[in-house]
T-cell receptor, first 115, second 116 residues
Framework: AQSVTQLDSQVPVFEEAPVELRCNYS??????LFWYVQYPNQGLQLLLKYLSGSTLVKGINGFEAEFNKSQTSFHLRKPSVHISDTAEYFC?????????????FGAGTILRVKS | GAVVSQHPSRVICKSGTSVKIECRSLDFQATTMFWYRQFPKKSLMLMATSNEGSKATYEQGVEKDKFLINHASLTLSTLTVTSAHPEDSSFYIC????????????FGPGTRLLVL
């Protein structure tokens, strides 16, 4: 069974600074990887996904992530954050159709952007 | 595109009553939808996988008679919490898998349930 570890429960950062949110996974098969963002009292919004192809994936709101198979990581990055990026970010992994496309989520990382 | 709605967004009910939550895919067809539960300051826990025209598949530890799921059409799944108790209070979130892109789930805005 797969698992996802988000190493930081909270990440404080100043506005316009770069940020990296870390995500590591474990699985015995090939995986699909996702980052979702959740604003307070709302559902999850898809930021970006890796299914295949280029390991550098660009998403919405200026975010990008890089799939590193050897390190089983999928870290999320943004070169310059805004106050509006304050939210909780979830990394998720799926083992694909053969396993029911179920998503397993990490514990989440709260990004707090300070002015 | 890929919009999922949930109704109601918030519900308060008395202990012992049943509550129905609807999940709709607005601009795509979804043979498969998922129901999650999220506790405060916690991640999402998959409760069940809902398939149009067939019985839902429940995760281990989730009572199927307590959480009734019906997936009557390609755009609608419902979750009914039967005989609700205070411990059922939670944030329930659905997601829908676009039939054209079966690897990606799109999430609804969630339903906050408070059982008194």
């Amino acid at each position: 069974a797969q698992s996802v570890t988000q190493l930081d429960s909270q990440v404080p950062v100043f506005e316009e600074a770069p940020v990296e949110l870390r995500c590591n996974y474990s699985s015995s098969v090939s995986v699909y990887l996702f980052w979702y963002v959740q604003y307070p009292n709302q559902g999850l919004q898809l930021l970006l996904k890796y299914l295949s192809g280029s390991t550098l994936v660009k998403g919405i709101n200026g975010f990008e992530a890089e799939f590193n198979k050897s390190q089983t990581s999928f870290h999320l990055r943004k070169p310059s954050v805004h106050i509006s990026d304050t939210a909780e970010y979830f990394c998720a992994v799926s083992e694909g159709r053969e396993y029911g496309n179920k998503l397993v989520f990490g514990a989440g990382t709260i990004l707090r952007v300070k002015s | 595109g890929a919009v999922v709605s949930q109704h109601p967004s918030r519900v308060i009910c008395k202990s012992g009553t049943s509550v129905k939550i609807e999940c709709r895919s607005l601009d795509f067809q979804a043979t498969t939808m998922f129901w999650y539960r999220q506790f405060p300051k916690k991640s999402l826990m998959l409760m069940a996988t809902s398939n149009e025209g067939s019985k839902a598949t429940y995760e281990q530890g989730v009572e199927k008679d307590k959480f009734l799921i019906n997936h009557a059409s390609l755009t609608l799944s419902t979750l009914t919490v039967t005989s609700a108790h205070p411990e059922d209070s939670s944030f329930y979130i659905c997601s829908a898998r676009d039939d054209r892109d079966q690897e990606t789930q799109y999430f609804g805005p969630g339903t906050r349930l408070l059982v008194l």
